[in-house]
């Protein structure tokens, strides 16, 4: 066989299978070589059906090491449903420590519905839409800022035509407890996770956990708490399985908007970026984002940049080092604070232009 995905999966069987999804891509070095990605399933009785996924983008690594040690404390005995684990769906970028697939330059995020007899990275996407995610109630795809960029803590969904699963959407990323949210209106035809999630009549979530092509305590804990949250919230565990300390009640939930070129500074030259302006910072039009230098020619000054928008500074380049085209830092804007937000509130948002990095 040399195209296609083999699935070890049979998803009507109780109890624990742990296997790997398997695509055939002749290399080089290996004619009959296959991209092995772990996979784990476990279900007891009815009940609702959870896939957790990470390693959509390589560099990202909250969601990957989080969901593994999930997969080894995890115990069937203990879940009322169903839990499918992908901790490294693309699999080549992670052992390549890349956002994209080294194979064939595949970023799995924009692969979406993808395509059966394509590159792996469009097998894998095709795979996912049409027989893994139909199979769950609700995906949860974890990423983060990735090696290149720092990411405030937030969560995202996509807003869907069906006013119940929306509501339901809006209640579990209640749940998972960050204390910012956005809600992304890519349209039908979005080549995202979260657009895949809406076509298979899913719910889809998602979300930044941390950045910088590493983890911290902190984002390590954010990220446990949120996978700990969503599995109690669904009814599939009655307790938290990977949090080290207790979880406490989520607080307020700022939503953000992310709707325009203006809200990102972006090199229009090779430079060296200097921030002035940390993550979750309140900053309001003309006030100083940082400072672009030229180590090609010592004898200019730094350029200032300042914001040209008011909002929350939710993303930062973390390379120093710039070329033209990169986006150097971010600000989004409030829509509204809420305990409970309502649909009439989540209106306010507006369509979201590039929300996954």
């Known amino acids: 066989m040399h195209s296609g995905l083999v699935n070890p999966i049979d998803f009507s069987r109780e109890g624990r299978q742990a296997g790997h999804l398997a695509i055939p891509y ?6 009959y070589y296959q991209i092995r990605i772990p996979i784990l399933r476990l279900k007891n009785g009815e009940g609702p059906s959870l896939l957790l996924m990470a390693g959509n983008h390589g560099d990202e690594y909250e969601g990957e090491l989080q ?39 595949g970023n799995l995020n924009r692969a979406f519905p993808g395509d059966p007899a394509g590159v792996p990275t469009g097998r894998l996407a095709h795979f996912l839409e049409h027989e893994l995610f139909p199979r769950h109630d ?38 998972i407890g960050a204390s910012h949210a956005f809600i992304a209106d890519n349209g039908p035809a979005a080549p995202t996770s979260m657009g895949a999630a809406a076509r298979a009549g899913i719910i889809g ?47 307020a939930l700022q939503l953000l908007s992310l709707s325009r070129h203006s809200q990102g500074i ?3 030259r090779r430079g060296w970026f200097e921030p002035a302006a940390v993550l979750g910072a309140t900053v309001s039009a003309g006030d100083l984002a940082g400072w672009y230098h030229d180590l090609e020619r010592l004898e200019q000054p730094e350029e200032e940049l300042r914001f040209a928008e008011d909002g929350i500074v939710i993303s930062r380049r973390l390379h120093c080092d710039s070329q033209a085209g990169d986006c150097l830092i971010q600000v989004a804007e409030t829509i509204a604070a809420s305990r409970s937000p309502s649909t009439a509130a989540l209106t306010q948002s507006r369509r979201l232009a590039g929300i996954r990095p």
């Open 26 to 31: 002749s290399i080089d070095r290996s004619p």
């Open 67 to 105: 969901l593994g040690r999930l997969m080894r404390l995890l115990d069937v005995a203990d879940i009322s449903g169903a839990v499918t684990i992908l901790p490294m769906a693309n699999l080549p970028a992670v052992m390549a420590a890349k956002r994209c697939s080294p194979f064939d330059g």
């Open 138 to 175: 609700v995906v949860f795809d974890l990423h983060s800022g990735g090696t290149s960029m720092a990411h405030l803590p937030c969560t995202l969904i996509e807003r869907q035509a069906d006013a119940t699963r929306f509501e339901r959407s809006v209640s579990l990323m209640r749940a």
């Open 205 to 251: 979530l998602s979300g930044e956990f941390g950045g910088g092509g590493t983890v911290t305590p902190a984002t390590m804990a954010f990220t446990a708490a949120a996978i700990d949250r969503l599995l109690v919230a669904l009814g599939i565990v009655g307790r938290p399985v990977i949090s080290r300390a207790p979880l406490a009640e989520p607080g």
């Open 266 to 268: 972006y090199a229009d």
